[in-house]
């Protein structure tokens, strides 16, 4: 007997299907604001030693979906585990972040990292262990970092405002950055494509420093290896649906959404939405953009933003979510008025 697969909003949204209430999910919403999560991690031990054990990654994973309903439940990990498949050592630093050796400033270097691609399996049994608990209407994504973002960290071993190190880098020897890149969306490509096996049903690709990029090296080291990276998730799995969302990218957004080949677009909350719906392919569905700054503030000012937001992509399919990752200061209540706000 045929029996009928159980409507997911979120799924249906990203494969083009407005929906009368716009599904929901955050950035970050598995972290650091929840009080279970900062139990957990006082248990285990830092934030990787977390990531890389599949059964608190995956409860992690599972905590906002219990506390709040979400549309979606977005894999609990991070964007430096391909660098660490890729053969660099990485470690957080209590305070300041992760930071990654050797740095990749030479061809040497490169040519002498070992490939470690055992890194990527305890994130494998993380997905596994989701996907057999999630509730049947709540999608499942994955994600990787876009390979500038991650190849600005390869480079200059932390995180960097300006990416200094990779501009110049990328200036000075384009062939060594073309090499660092394809080996990234390389990784990347087989990585997404094992989330998708284990049991992830849409992914999401973070460029979270595209924004520091001029419009021909955008081009270049932005566009195109994401559209590299999409025709292949879209060949191998061509009923995936592939999310970008290259912050800061501003005016170079249409660009982005056309020539990548991406499913969906994400927007940061600098983007103003009505510029967003007028200038970005009709139909095409739209992620974000609350501020995670008026999540903070909560009250009108919170309900106002959002109701600019519904009102902008009222049109075209439309995910709600932030313009970034969810702030560890974010108090639940403001999250719970949100999705009141934004379910009606």
């Not at 990787?48 to 059964?55: E, G, K, N, V």
Request: proline share 8%; hydrophobic share 45%; charged share 20%.
């Amino acid at each position: 007997m045929h029996v009928p697969s159980v409507h997911k909003p979120l799924l249906a949204t990203l494969k083009g299907e407005r929906q009368p209430i716009p599904p929901i999910w955050l950035m970050r919403q598995a972290g650091r604001y929840l009080p279970e999560y900062r139990t957990l991690r006082e248990e285990k031990g830092g934030f990787l030693a977390l990531a890389m054990d599949p059964d608190s990654a995956a409860e992690i994973t599972l905590q906002p979906i219990r506390r709040f309903g979400m549309d979606g439940a977005i894999l609990f990990s991070d964007i430096l585990i391909v660098p660490m498949a890729l053969g660099q050592d990485l470690w957080f630093e209590t305070g300041e972040g992760p930071r990654l050796a050797p740095t990749v400033q030479a061809r040497n270097v490169l040519e002498a990292l070992q490939a470690a691609p055992d890194k990527l399996e305890p994130i494998y049994g993380t997905v596994r262990r989701v996907a057999a608990q999630l509730p049947a209407e709540t999608g499942f994504l994955g994600f990787a970092g876009s390979p500038w973002t991650v190849a600005t960290y390869m480079i200059a071993g932390q995180g960097s405002r300006e990416q200094a190190e990779a501009r110049r880098l990328a200036y000075r020897d384009p062939g060594l950055m073309q090499a660092l890149i394809d080996r990234i969306a390389d990784c990347t490509i087989a990585y997404l494509l094992g989330q998708i096996t284990a049991g992830v049903e849409a992914v999401q690709l973070f460029d979270s420093w595209s924004g520091s990029l001029s419009p021909a090296q955008f081009e270049q080291w932005v566009i195109a290896p994401t559209a590299r990276i999409v025709a292949a998730l879209h060949q191998r799995a061509p009923h995936v649906p592939v999310i970008g969302f290259p912050k800061g990218a501003g005016g170079k957004l249409p660009a982005y959404a056309r020539e990548t080949g991406v499913d969906a677009i994400g927007v940061d909350e600098t983007v103003d939405p009505d510029w967003a719906h007028a200038s970005l392919p009709a139909d095409m569905p739209v992620q974000g953009n609350l501020d995670p700054l008026a999540l903070i503030a909560g009250g009108a000012t919170l309900d106002s933003a959002v109701d600019r937001i519904l009102s902008a992509f009222a049109d075209r399919p439309h995910v709600f979510n932030l313009g970034h990752g969810i702030l560890p200061d974010t108090p639940i209540a403001h999250v719970e008025q949100l999705l009141r706000r934004v379910r009606g």
